[in-house]
């Protein structure tokens, strides 16, 4: 290969082995993954999805960057497989997620597309793919997947698959990691060594070479350690949000956590979670007693269904009553109890679902016998359709009780009226809350 030296490789090399290699890929790369922005070779590192190359300065000046691990980066993302249609809204929000404080990361990705699409023209910019800082992150050509939504004809949002939100979360979460190794490794030189001999990083032919040696820890997997505690008083510990990112999702268990998911309805912590699974939680829209039944409940409920339910079911007050929060059992009773009612159209590959499932609610779940759910079809093509059923609540959560020992055996062995010690006597009325979008509503 042109530019190859002892298995290192010019930074121009490596934008086009990077893009040859990756050619394949269902995730669009950049052509100027080392040499544009934010791509900042001196700093000692280039990212390449969640995988870190390091960056090497040979003698005669000029930065290099090991070909096997450019290689090993592209095989990974290779193996990453994206749905397009499955979306993660990722702005703007009126309260930012907490990941974009981190100060530390450098990447920051959704602040740099937040600020890219807010400057004049930025979204025409992206809907053209022009070129334009910056056009990639972590060699991940993000513009080519960008989708806009519309809300209420007026407010534009933001989407992104799912499998590229995570992979620019474990960036952000890998560059975390390899920037404290690096400060860390200052530090004890500091204190090591006397000042007038600073300590540099050598390789066997005498090449300088920046940043921390070897690869960082992955995330440590979850093992309930936060069980049984509420969030009310978790969240106000100073230090959560560094503790909660050294765990790895709990129901992926391939990204690194970054939120803590809580029950609103009983207020106790599920599990620390990535921002793409704490997005796929939550419906379309949440209103003050409906809800819309979105397609990503076919996952939840259906192809993930063991991990879902063993999440949610993580909260006490939820695994004691065998049943899940108001707005999942409402989704879960028009996605599964009522599939039969749901009428269907021709459609050119056979027939299609009617509409939009929607649900709404009166009372609340603290008045079981008064709480009626009422499942409806919005944005019917012949207009014909309207309310398919009204359950009652009792009825639904009985209903769930029956599924939950089929579907999920065990999850279903380990809830019941037993283990009611310690519980609220009364759980909390369901509050919807439509300009938090940056926080878990469940």
Request: proline share 9%; with cysteine; hydrophobic share 35%.
């Amino acid at each position: 290969m042109p530019g190859r030296t002892d298995g290192l490789i010019t930074l121009g090399a490596a934008d086009a082995l990077w893009v040859d290699l990756t050619a394949g890929s269902a995730v669009p790369t950049a052509s100027g993954a080392f040499t544009r922005s934010p791509a900042h070779p001196r700093v000692g590192y280039v990212l390449l999805g969640g995988h870190v190359v390091a960056t090497v300065r040979a003698s005669g000046g000029q930065w290099r960057v090991p070909e096997a691990e450019v290689r090993r980066a592209a095989a990974e993302l290779n193996a990453v497989g994206m749905d397009r249609r499955d979306l993660v809204r990722i702005g703007p929000f009126r309260a930012a997620p907490g990941q974009e404080n981190n100060e530390d990361t450098p990447l920051r990705w959704r602040r740099r597309i937040t600020g890219e699409l807010r400057e004049p023209g930025g979204p025409e910019r992206a809907a053209r793919r022009e070129v334009g800082p910056p056009y990639h992150l972590a060699g991940i050509d993000w513009r080519r997947l960008l989708a806009a939504r519309t809300r209420d004809g007026t407010q534009r949002t933001w989407w992104l698959p799912r499998a590229v939100v995570r992979l620019l979360d474990a960036a952000e979460h890998t560059e975390a990691q390899w920037v404290q190794a690096a400060r860390t490794r200052r530090s004890s030189a500091a204190v090591t060594e006397p000042p007038s001999h600073p300590r540099q990083a050598r390789d066997t032919e005498g090449r300088r070479t920046t940043g921390p040696e070897g690869p960082t820890a992955p995330p440590r997997p979850y093992n309930g350690e936060l069980e049984g505690r509420l969030y009310s008083v978790l969240s106000r510990k100073p230090g959560s949000a560094g503790r909660v990112a050294g765990w790895a999702c709990a129901v992926c268990r391939t990204a690194p956590a970054a939120v803590l998911d809580h029950c609103h309805e009983h207020g106790y912590v599920r599990a620390p979670v990535c921002q793409s699974c704490n997005t796929q939680e939550r419906p379309d829209h949440l209103y003050s007693n409906d809800i819309r039944v979105a397609n990503r409940y076919t996952r939840l409920f259906h192809t993930d269904a063991d991990d879902w339910l063993r999440h949610w079911h993580r909260c006490p007050g939820c695994r004691a009553r065998t049943t899940l929060p108001l707005p999942h059992l409402a989704a879960w009773t028009a996605h599964i109890a009522c599939r039969s009612l749901r009428p269907t159209h021709p459609a050119p590959r056979g027939r299609k679902p009617c509409g939009v499932l929607r649900v709404s609610w009166t009372g609340s779940q603290n008045a079981p016998r008064s709480c009626l759910l009422t499942v409806a079809v919005d944005f019917c093509p012949s207009g014909e359709h309207r309310v398919l059923a009204r359950v009652p609540y009792r009825e639904a959560a009985e209903r769930f009780g029956v599924w939950l020992a089929e579907t999920a055996p065990a999850v279903a062995a380990a809830a019941g009226p037993d283990r009611l010690d310690g519980l609220p006597a009364q759980s909390r009325p369901v509050i919807a809350d439509t300009s938090g979008e940056g926080l878990a509503l469940f």
